[in-house]
């Protein structure tokens, strides 16, 4: 969604995340039950740790003993290298006694040398606290047995290895941990729900509010309806803010510009509820106390109202255009609203082409001169050719824009093919705006309003 300028600005994000605070929760509850959950079905991994320290012997000279200790550091580096050797390895699964091959063994130890200093770290790593401790302590003392028989009997009067500390069963598991688990779950589903609203945002085409709408020159008014009859405080009075909607339409079209007696209300598409704001927009303009006549000339199929259906079946519009009826015969007068219906009547497989006809015309030209205003309810422009045709025969189109579903494509293409038949200006409704989208507005456009 952009504003009047096509660019998507901070507002918008932070607004739309605001709206979608549930999505990002839910998406962030389930990255830390998925978290929770793959460290409890995860086997606990322990590491335990011995310590060998390689010592200078056999001189007590402050001189050579500080020659012996960088010596020392020297010989750690190496004597570290023959832990995962055969002649460490395979002493030590021999002492072991628990069936453990060197294979497996040389895949759970490891060891490190002590910055500057001449203490080799042994690890092991495994699933068993008690096992890890033995592997560890066990190749520590292998490490030792072997540096005597490497080394031979002129090093082993100069260097000892001792062990200093030995490993114990550890009580607390490396992995998985709880916690750390849980935070990163956290993070993970918080970035996927608010990245999952973002770009559902942004490549959203769908028209929610007025700021979503293109702004382009063909547009005269912009009327925003609400979805639901919400109450609307007005200094004490409570009305129907769905009602104060259309009130508002009906200022806009009758003082905001010259809009003519015969008005052509068309959805953009077929979810557009196009008979029902003829309906509403009728019975507001029967409250000035206008003659109102609402003609539907939507062939595809008849979903008019129950004072419609009042007249009998085969008497519309369609049979007036068919020479079947008269103009007289298929009025249908409100008394409760005050508004006369024309309905579809049964449609014949040349209705939609006679809409054209210069019989249509001579029509629209007799209830302008019975009525104060004619609202000829069309089909879908995108959908049906005749409504262009239909607009082009009234004096102003009033096009339908279904908030949430119509989107900016249909509704550009909608204005070309009414542009194309010569109608230069048209209304547009936004009709059953969210409350949370009455306000985004982006600008101000021609006639915007609720």
């Known amino acids: 969604m952009k504003n009047r300028r096509g660019i998507v600005s901070l507002q918008d994000y932070l607004s739309v995340l605001a709206r979608r605070w549930w999505v990002i929760a839910t998406v962030t509850a389930l990255g830390v039950v998925a978290a929770l959950g793959l460290t409890l079905i995860t086997t606990p991994t322990y590491s335990a740790g011995a310590s060998v320290y390689v010592a200078v012997v056999g001189s007590a000279n402050p001189g050579d003993l500080q020659v012996g200790n960088v010596f020392a550091v020297q010989r750690a580096a190496t004597y570290a290298q023959l832990v995962r050797t055969p002649a460490v390895l395979e002493r030590a699964a021999s002492s072991l006694r628990d069936g453990t091959d060197v294979e497996a063994l040389k895949a759970t130890i490891t060891a490190s040398v002590r910055v500057d200093t001449s203490i080799i770290d042994i690890f092991a790593m495994g699933t068993d606290p008690q096992i890890v401790a033995n592997h560890a302590n066990a190749v520590a003392s292998a490490l030792a047995v072997a540096v005597e028989e490497l080394d031979g009997p002129a090093s082993a009067s100069l260097i000892a290895l001792d062990i200093v500390d030995r490993a114990l069963p550890p009580e607390v598991s490396d992995s998985p941990r709880l916690r750390p688990n849980l935070l990163v779950g956290f993070i993970v589903g918080a970035v996927l729900g608010v990245g999952y609203v973002v770009l559902r945002f942004a490549l959203d085409t769908r028209i929610h509010a007025l700021i979503d709408l293109p702004r382009r020159a063909a547009i005269g008014t912009v009327t925003t309806i609400p979805k639901r009859g919400v109450p609307l405080n007005r200094r004490g009075a409570v009305s129907d803010a769905r009602l104060e909607g259309f009130r508002v339409l009906r200022a806009n079209l009758l003082f905001g510009i010259e809009v003519g007696r015969t008005v052509a209300i068309a959805g953009v598409d077929r979810n557009a509820d196009s008979r029902g704001v003829a309906d509403k927009f009728a019975e507001v303009l029967g409250e000035l106390e206008l003659s109102v006549v609402v003609v539907d000339a939507v062939f595809e199929r008849d979903r008019a109202g129950k004072v419609r259906d009042r007249m009998p079946a085969g008497h519309g519009l369609a049979q007036v255009l068919a020479r079947e009826a008269s103009l007289e015969d298929v009025v249908i007068k409100d008394t409760e609203s005050g508004v006369d219906y024309i309905s579809a009547g049964t449609p014949t497989p040349v209705s939609a082409q006679l809409i054209g006809s210069a019989l249509m015309g001579t029509l629209l030209a007799d209830l302008g001169d019975r009525y104060d205003y004619v609202l000829l309810i069309c089909p879908a422009v995108v959908s049906h050719s005749e ?46 705006v969210l409350p949370r989208d009455l306000g985004r507005t982006g600008g101000t456009l021609p006639g915007a309003s609720i």
């Open 387 to 432: 409504a262009s045709v239909a607009a082009a025969l009234v004096e102003s189109a009033l096009l339908v824009v279904e908030a949430g579903d119509t989107t900016r494509s249909d509704f550009r293409l909608a204005l070309d093919r009414l542009a194309g038949v010569g109608v230069r200006s048209v209304n547009v409704v936004l009709d059953h």
